[in-house]
Structures are given as C-alpha cells and as structure tokens.
C-alpha cells in the first residue's frame, strides 16, 4: 500500500506540460458528465413540448375527429 501511495505522490508532485493539464481537466469533466447521466433521477423519461393538453387527433376518413 505505501507503494501505491508513493507513486501517486511521485505523480501529482511532478511538473506538468499545459496538454497534460488540459486532458486532465477534459478527462475529470467527463467523467463527471457520465457520472451525473448514471445518477440522474429520470423516472418518467424524457418528453419535450408543454404537454397542456391540446391535441391533433385524425379520423379514419382523414379528418379531425373532435375526441381525444
């Protein structure tokens, strides 16, 4: 165990280029994005549009029907 924490601390305390620093930051945002999409609580999915209660119902013969 004290191995694993001496490399990690070998790791963090090195210098760093700006291309390794950005994918870093690319990286823990990411994973941060599809952590977020993982816990998310989506119950009843996703729908778009108001759902106020209008709609465009057709009949059999190609007109509007007046029913729901």
């Known amino acids: 165990m004290r191995d694993v924490l001496n490399r990690m601390k ?7 280029t700006p291309a390794e620093k950005v994918l870093v930051i690319l990286c823990c945002l990411l994973l941060g994005v599809i952590k977020g999409f ?30 729901d």
Request: hydrophobic share 30%; glycine share 14%.
């Open 10 to 16: 070998e790791f963090f305390e090195r210098d760093w």
């Open 38 to 67: 993982c816990l998310a609580p989506v119950k009843r999915g996703i729908s778009f549009g108001n759902n106020n209660g209008n709609s465009y119902a057709m009949a059999e013969d190609g007109c509007q029907s007046g029913e």
